[in-house]
């Protein structure tokens, strides 16, 4: 029998605020163990925690982005299980009434993924085990999340791929996240079932618990859907429960059995007040919202003429977005700019994160005046790549680099005088043309481009050099 | 009723150490606390629906770091502490 394989993921965000959710203890990530702590973060009785209003913020914007409906009225509540990287043993969470609901996304393939909800909760902390012992540091305790739940709408790997990227680049460009998986800024539970293909029922599910590597999510999901098929095959069921992905062993493992909501007593927290958003507040919230990825990429390939490729490159990286928007201020031709962005700039990069970064020594003002320059063909191509090149190297301006001369470019009676002399001077390759062999035209245009440092037009330049020879003759 | 055995429980789990001294008097204040509860259950809301007595929403804190507290001072309550992290030794409640 031939089977689908249907997922529905729990990502998980940590927001990029300055302090925790209910107190105000940094969010740095690292430092000494238990450093960034205090009586509220760790739990002490009779502490009150006090809800930080920029995560808030930042939840109706990832709500807004993914096309959410932002509740009028949200409230948070207590999750209670008893795990030492709880010092409450309840986690505050949010349960019926989430600040978003009712989102979607669109994959490139133009299927739509539902977003069922986005509520707003802490971080646990971190827990080491060692020699039979746990050793626990609280600085992660606290510190803001987002939950972003979708429908049990993927039907490949590819398009779990698809959305956590997507996810990943939104959350950057709207600034809540830096979405770091390595550090663990953004972690994902993927549920995973099978059913017969075109069956409308959902096969039993497990979830795989804390992913954090797209390259994991493909091996835990292929090595799970497996098993799953091995077990429905072999005339058995599968059990609901939640799993592990073993990293060295590339298979999954039987963790617990799952938990539904009642196991967790679920109730309001008492501590906190009702979350109430107004209209004008979500207006607010709206604007500081900047143009979304997607977006982006759908205007540099229609209105910038960008191939696909060059403005996916581009835009995955917002301050290189940010840097070529600024480059290209007031230009007619945009494609000069990403190719020197992409074949220049991005070869000094070795690591994703330097290309995040995109630290370079060369203000978009600089960039812009160099792409002038090439635009108005006063320099040629080769001669913007040695000069930005230099820029990058040394940090120096345009104009350090180019000389006077440089810079006046090469008017059409110096460029034709030059191609007459490069005729003059070359009988036995103008016979050879003559004779029929275009290609000697190549050596009379090697005589203009070292005798104008480069700077001719080498199109230009051949056709009036084969003008002048038939003029001759 | 509180009985002698729950309450010994209950002081254990809070890492409490009462002397046989104390247990009679605590007996006592543990029965008025739970007898508390029971005043709050039987107050009359009627249908009123209220969200919290205050009838407070939306109150917030800037995000504006504070100086956290000194890890001596975070540990202090813990027995069992090692590098400057919590330990848990009974692995019992621990996978
Ligand atoms: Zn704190």
């Known amino acids: 029998m031939e089977y689908e394989i249907v997922m529905g993921l729990e990502t998980h965000v940590e927001l990029s605020t300055n302090t925790?959710?209910?107190?105000?203890?940094?969010?740095?990530?690292?430092?000494?163990?238990?450093?960034?702590?205090?009586?509220?973060?760790?739990?002490?009785?009779?502490?009150?925690?006090?809800?930080?209003?920029?995560?808030?913020?930042?939840?109706?914007?990832?709500?807004?982005?993914?096309?959410?409906?932002i509740a009028e009225i949200a409230k948070m509540d207590r999750k209670n299980y008893v795990y030492p990287d709880l010092p409450k043993a309840y986690q505050i969470s949010q349960y019926d009434k989430p600040l978003c609901e009712h989102g979607h996304i669109e994959l490139s393939s133009g299927r739509k993924i539902g977003i069922t909800r986005i509520h707003i909760e802490e971080d646990a902390g971190k827990l080491i085990h060692e020699r039979g012992q746990t050793f626990i540091d609280y600085n992660r305790g606290g510190v803001p999340l987002i939950e972003i739940v979708s429908e049990p709408d993927f039907r490949s790997v590819d398009e779990v791929t698809e959305y956590l990227e997507y996810l990943q680049l939104t959350m950057r460009y709207i600034g809540v996240s830096d979405c770091k998986m390595q550090e663990g800024s953004m972690r994902c539970d993927v549920n995973v079932s099978v059913r017969p293909v075109g069956s409308d029922k959902f096969g039993t599910r497990t979830e795989l618990k804390n992913m954090n590597s797209f390259t994991n999510i493909a091996k835990a999901v292929k090595y799970e859907a497996a098993r799953q098929i091995d077990v429905i095959e072999s005339g058995e069921k599968v059990v609901q429960e939640t799993r592990r992905f073993n990293d060295a062993a590339g298979t999954t493992e039987s963790m617990r059995g799952k938990e539904d909501a009642h196991d967790y007593r679920y109730f309001r927290e008492p501590d906190l007040v009702t979350i109430s958003v107004s209209n004008d507040e979500i207006e607010q919230i709206r604007k500081l919202i900047p143009e979304l990825p997607n977006k982006k990429i759908s205007k540099y390939i229609k209105e910038y003429g960008l191939s696909e490729v060059d403005a996916k490159l581009l835009v995955k990286y917002k301050r290189v977005a940010d840097f070529f928007e600024k480059s290209i201020d007031g230009l007619k031709v945009y494609k000069n700019c990403s190719n020197l962005i992409i074949s220049l700039i991005f070869s000094k990069f070795e690591t994703e994160e330097q290309k995040e970064q995109f630290n370079i020594n060369v203000e978009p003002e600089d960039m812009n005046e160099l792409l002038k320059l090439l635009e108005a063909g006063t320099i040629?191509?080769?001669?913007?790549?040695?000069?930005?090149?230099?820029?990058?190297?040394?940090?120096?301006?345009?104009?350090?680099i180019l000389s006077e001369d440089d810079l006046k470019g090469l008017s059409q009676e110096e460029l034709t005088s030059i191609c007459s002399k490069a005729v003059e001077s070359n009988p036995k390759a103008v016979a050879d043309y003559l004779g029929g062999k275009d290609k000697a035209v190549k050596s009379m245009l090697g005589f203009v481009m070292k005798n104008t440092q480069g700077k001719a037009d080498a199109k230009l330049a051949e056709k009036i050099i084969i003008d002048i020879i038939k003029n001759n003759n | 009723m509180v009985t002698r055995e729950e309450l010994l429980d209950l002081a254990?789990?809070?890492?409490?150490?009462?002397?046989?001294?104390?247990?009679?008097?605590?007996?006592?204040?543990?029965?008025?606390?739970?007898k508390f509860a029971d005043t709050i259950n039987a107050a009359s809301t009627g249908d009123a629906e209220f969200d919290n007595i205050n009838d407070l929403q939306n109150v917030y804190r800037e995000d504006i770091v504070k100086d956290s507290f000194l890890q001596d001072d975070i540990l202090r309550n813990c027995k069992t502490v090692e590098n400057g992290f919590f330990r848990v030794d009974n692995h019992n409640h621990v996978e």
């Open chain 1, 380 to 400: 040629r191509n080769n001669v913007a790549k040695k000069t930005l090149g230099e820029m990058l190297a040394t940090g120096k301006k345009v104009k350090d």
């Open chain 1, 20 to 69: 925790k959710i209910f107190c105000g203890c940094t969010t740095e990530f690292g430092g000494e163990p238990n450093t960034h702590c205090c009586p509220i973060c760790i739990g002490l009785p009779g502490t009150m925690p006090k809800l930080n209003y920029q995560v808030v913020r930042y939840a109706i914007m990832a709500g807004l982005s993914l096309n959410c409906e």
């Open chain 2, 12 to 34: 254990l789990l809070s890492k409490l150490d009462i002397s046989d001294s104390d247990i009679d008097k605590l007996l006592g204040d543990m029965e008025e606390i739970i």
